[in-house]
């Protein structure tokens, strides 16, 4: 399934085997898959890894997401998904996920890895909305990972009416404003 850098329990191989390998230290645990030791680490193998939890119906969000895009070293203890399509589900995906009913809308969603992720720019809004410290660390790391994608979070906030839009402007604002000193402070 997916990218032949990725191992899923019992596709190739038992669970047993995987564990042994990984023992052996000839693959590492990657999400919900293994991946070679010796393999880079890429946004493709991380998203590719949740594919089969998140099929072609859910996508990846927040810290999920933060994750996917190289803004975090390690997966979130659980996954954040919403509805990648239009139609409802009538069944709760997982217990293990933070999920979401509300669909994302398609010019907010990448696919990377043959799965559904939020871009960057609608992954920074997200995770400043929810304001937390664990959140609005990621979304730092985000920023940092992706410079332009705080500006563009700002205009698609400032174009809707959602909740904690203003406390999100605040903390993105505040963001793009020590890059630009940082920017001004090398340049000057």
């Known amino acids: 399934m997916g ?32 991946m070679p030791a010796d393999a880079v680490e890429t946004p493709a193998l991380r998203a590719g890894s949740l594919a089969r939890t998140l099929g072609d119906t859910l ?7 933060a994750w996917i895009h190289g803004a975090l ?5 659980r996954h954040t998904v919403q509805r990648a399509v239009s139609r409802r589900l009538h069944v709760v995906p997982d217990r293990q996920l933070v999920y979401r009913d509300l669909a994302v809308a398609s010019e907010d ?3 990377i890895g043959g799965v559904h992720v939020t871009t960057p720019e609608r992954t920074l809004a ?16 985000l920023a ?8 563009r979070a700002i205009a698609r906030l400032e174009a809707g009416t ?15 404003s020590m890059r630009q000193e940082d920017v001004t402070r ?3």
């Open 126 to 141: 997200d995770l400043a909305r929810v304001g937390d410290a664990v959140h609005t660390r990621a979304a730092r790391l």
């Open 109 to 111: 969603l990448h696919l």
């Open 186 to 188: 090398y340049t000057s």
């Open 59 to 65: 996508a990846a969000t927040h810290l999920t997401a």
């Open 3 to 34: 990218s032949p850098f990725l191992y899923f329990t019992d596709d190739r191989l038992s669970n047993a085997e995987l564990t042994a390998a990984c023992l052996d230290g000839h693959l590492v645990s990657l999400g919900d898959a293994y």
């Open 162 to 176: 959602l909740p904690h839009k203003h406390a999100a402007l605040a903390c993105l604002r505040e963001m793009t």
């Open 144 to 151: 940092g990972a992706d410079p332009d994608a705080a500006t």
């Open 73 to 77: 070293p390690a997966p979130p203890a």
